[in-house]
């Protein structure tokens, strides 16, 4: 018999399966929909309730123009990871072969699941040759043990500059979601300051005019999307910040659900990180408090293979998972985003080219 499926799915039982699965994230909550619903998506979540008696929910939010049905995404780009929650945990092949073929029938021009990275093998052998594959690399580190066995396992670099960092006389401050947008609350309003200065750099490092640049922040709204989360969410959602003398450094945002630990969401004063080391410490804190927590694994989010960023993460003792993204498009959208980066890569490097020209020209004379 096929599945039973109830779209948008009742929130009693998103809620009570989001509770008995052990490998739900924060992101997967019925409350990260509505922070979704505040950015103009709509619940169109589903329940599957199969023949066995065993519960499935899909968290998913539709996006429709004039009517039309544009997207479905568990979940959309920058909102985490999406994915099955399971009655009890363990999602079988099988039960994502039941999503995928369900959502491949959803008639907007985008349906896609960002699954949980450890879970990606699942959802990649599911995945029929209509699906479009989206390659992530993520880094995860193993909390087995507890903080002591953790800290063992990092590198020296990061034992080191975690101690170099506790010689500076920094403000450090933990806050749930609640506190850091309250009055008396400094989380959100860090995190605004240093996102605007990131977006600055950013723009700086590409050649890409800075009206431009802050336009499409202004569109993003980074730090709107961080606020809302983190009053939906309230103590899943811990905010950790550091200032030195008055001056913000560095805020981590971090979703904490069972035995996950997500971070996602940061920014920072790069000249002031960079002196201190406070990332170093903040991030440390962050996997000692899941520690404490009793979670089982901290999430540090995706970095290119290769990359600074993952190096970086390395120092924690994090570990390269690679999973995919997939995606069914009645439009060639993975495509045209492709050839859209790789032009933009193209004309960011001939800018920074022509400024490299003129810089030696100007030391020349």
Request: charged share 25%; aromatic share 8%; net charge positive.
């Amino acid at each position: 018999m096929p599945a039973r499926i109830t779209s948008p799915a009742p929130r009693d039982v998103w809620r009570a399966v989001h509770r008995s699965d052990p490998d739900a994230v924060a992101s997967q909550a019925p409350e990260w929909m509505d922070c979704l619903a505040l950015r103009g998506y709509t619940d169109a979540s589903r329940l599957y309730e199969l023949p066995d008696g065993r519960r499935l929910v899909l968290p998913l939010a539709a996006r429709s123009v004039a009517g039309f049905p544009v997207s479905a995404e568990s979940w959309p780009y920058g909102w985490g990871y999406g994915g099955l929650l399971v009655d009890g945990g363990g999602p079988t092949e099988a039960d994502c072969r039941l999503v995928l073929d369900d959502l491949q029938g959803r008639p907007a021009v985008l349906r896609g699941v960002v699954p949980l990275p450890r879970n990606g093998s699942l959802w990649s052998g599911a995945a029929s040759a209509q699906v479009r594959r989206v390659a992530y690399t993520s880094q995860v580190v193993d909390l087995d043990g507890g903080f002591d066995a953790v800290w063992t396992r990092y590198k020296r670099q990061a034992r080191n500059s975690v101690r170099k960092a506790e010689k500076f006389e920094l403000d450090i401050r933990r806050e749930d979601g609640i506190a850091a947008g309250g009055p008396d609350g400094r989380g959100v309003r860090i995190f605004a300051e240093l996102y605007a200065m990131s977006v600055d750099r950013w723009a700086i490092q590409r050649g890409q005019p800075l009206r431009v640049a802050r336009l499409l922040a202004a569109r993003r709204d980074r730090t709107g999307q961080m606020a809302a989360a983190a009053a939906a969410l309230g103590e899943r959602c811990v905010v950790w910040s550091v200032c030195r003398d008055g001056q913000p450094i560095a805020v981590n945002v971090v979703l904490q659900s069972g035995q996950h630990g997500v971070g996602w969401m940061c920014a920072m004063d790069q000249d002031l990180a960079r002196t201190t080391l406070a990332t170093y410490l903040l991030h440390s804190l962050a996997i000692e408090d899941a520690c404490r927590e009793g979670m089982r694994w901290f999430h540090m989010g995706e970095s290119d293979t290769g990359s600074g960023a993952e190096h970086f993460k390395g120092y924690f003792g994090a570990t390269s998972v690679e999973y995919e993204a997939l995606r069914f498009e009645r439009l060639p959208l993975s495509r045209t985003e492709a050839g859209l980066r790789a032009i933009y890569g193209a004309v960011s490097a001939r800018r920074s080219a022509r400024r490299e020209r003129r810089a030696s020209s100007g030391s020349s004379a």
